[in-house]
């Protein structure tokens, strides 16, 4: 009985020993990142009338997952042929980042994954002047400076590659659903900040972040290599087929 | 490892290389006039009837809305988002009564493309002979294709 149960103790151990032996360990950088968007400023350059400036702070919880949180202001202007609008003001998206590149590849280098966010928006919306024409002839009204508060969700797939050591730059194509633009079914804004059109229940968007990253934690993470296929001999099976 | 790293810094260079291409202006293809509906319904039936001929003339208009016009079902009557009333002169199949709509207006947005445009509240309507009958099917005078009166001619 004491040999069985040795014998059966060494097995565990083998067991163990073995799976051991095929794991890889990966030292993963845990960052802080701060990052500047780039785009709204590079938009504002060939078009006066919107300014969109926004950054983010994200905070790695693990290899994978990290928490994240953007604030910025827009001052918007438009004009056409029956209207003059204005809105302007501040949001802040709140939400994660997932990562899913494998810690071996990303090695808190690079970043492909998806984030998910809830956005707020507070902001205020003006329509100067607005013309409406039919068979009775033209009226031209005006709607007042009203302050209003959006709602928003995000899904937000992009890349991020380290240029140089803890300076990084990727984008965010952001695929954006309204949850609420304020002002009423009549009057909702024609664009508010955070969001973009509020005419419309989905929207998109891109942002360009230049990042700094300050590693605070290494954390060792333990991970399985694929598992190698063995190769089949088709040819012995064959045999074997025709022997019966 | 390398490779991954030159996939990704590639792909942030595609990403940048999307944000240099503008968005072109799009066109307005929505409707940008409430109308009220007037569906044409046969006195003696109650049945849905088309006139055969309808002239629809604005009071203190001299441009016709419909002129001696078939097939018309629904009739589509732009109000005046200016005043609180807006009066028309309708001739069904050579019979012709005067028509007084009541109403508010308010303004609405149709699209960032499209603007604004007023919708009404339909409050109470009158007719100088009470030539045609009429019912009131929806108060709202919205660019949705909504029925708002009969007439019964």
Redesign the interface.
């Known amino acids: 009985m004491r040999r069985i149960s040795a014998y059966f103790f060494s097995l565990i151990l083998f067991i163990g020993a073995s799976s051991l032996s095929a794991q890889d360990t990966v030292l993963f950088p845990l960052k802080l990142r701060a990052g500047i968007d780039i785009?709204g400023p590079?938009i504002y350059l060939?078009d006066k009338n919107n300014l969109n400036l926004e950054g983010y702070i994200s905070f790695d919880r693990s290899e994978k997952m990290a928490w994240v949180m953007e604030a910025g202001y827009m001052n918007f202007k438009?004009s056409?042929y029956?209207?003059d609008y204005t809105s302007k003001g501040a949001f802040t998206r709140l939400g994660a980042d997932i990562n899913l590149?494998k810690p071996?590849?990303s090695?808190g280098?690079?970043w492909?994954g998806i984030g998910l966010r809830y956005g707020i928006s507070l902001f205020n919306s003006e329509?100067s002047r607005?013309?409406?024409e039919?068979?009775?002839?033209s009226?031209t009204?005006s709607?007042p400076s009203k302050k209003a508060m959006g709602h928003f969700i995000e899904v937000a797939p992009?890349?991020?590659?380290e240029?140089f050591r803890n300076f990084s730059?990727?984008?965010t194509i952001r695929l954006k659903l309204l949850i609420s633009g304020g002002g009423g079914k009549?009057?909702?804004p024609?664009?508010f900040p955070g969001y973009g059109?509020g005419?419309?229940r989905t929207t998109a968007g891109?942002s360009?972040f230049l990042t700094w990253n300050i590693p605070y934690k290494i954390k060792t993470v333990i991970s399985k290599p694929e598992p190698v296929e063995e190769e089949t001999d088709e040819s012995s099976e064959q045999t074997t087929g025709t022997g019966l | 490892?390398k490779k991954?790293?030159f996939s990704?810094?590639a792909?942030?260079a595609a990403?940048?290389s999307?944000?240099l291409i503008?968005c072109a202006p799009e066109a307005c293809f929505e409707e940008?006039?409430a109308y009220l509906k007037a569906t044409f319904y046969s006195n003696t039936t109650k049945e849905k009837k088309t006139p055969d001929s309808l002239t629809v003339t604005?009071v203190g208009?001299t441009?016709k809305?419909y002129d001696r016009e078939p097939s018309v079902q629904p009739a589509l009557l732009?109000?005046?988002?200016?005043?609180d009333t807006?009066e028309f002169i309708i001739r069904i199949n050579g019979i012709a009564d005067t028509i007084q709509f009541i109403y508010s207006s308010?303004?609405?947005?149709?699209?960032?493309e499209c603007?604004?445009?007023?919708?009404h509240r339909l409050d109470t309507f009158n007719t100088a002979k009470e030539i045609f009958y009429i019912y009131r099917s929806s108060n709202n005078i919205t660019t949705a294709n909504e029925e708002n009166i009969r007439i019964f001619f």
């Open positions: 785009a590079g060939s438009y056409q029956n209207y590149l071996e590849v090695q280098r690079y492909a329509t607005f013309q409406h039919n068979y009775w002839g009226v009204s709607l992009g890349v991020k590659t240029i730059m990727g984008w009549d009057l909702r024609i664009w059109n005419g419309r891109i360009y | 490892m991954a790293g990704l810094f792909l942030v990403g940048f999307l944000l503008s940008t006039n604005g208009k441009d809305i732009p109000l005046d988002a200016s005043n807006s308010y303004p609405h947005l149709i699209s960032k603007g604004y445009t007023f919708y």
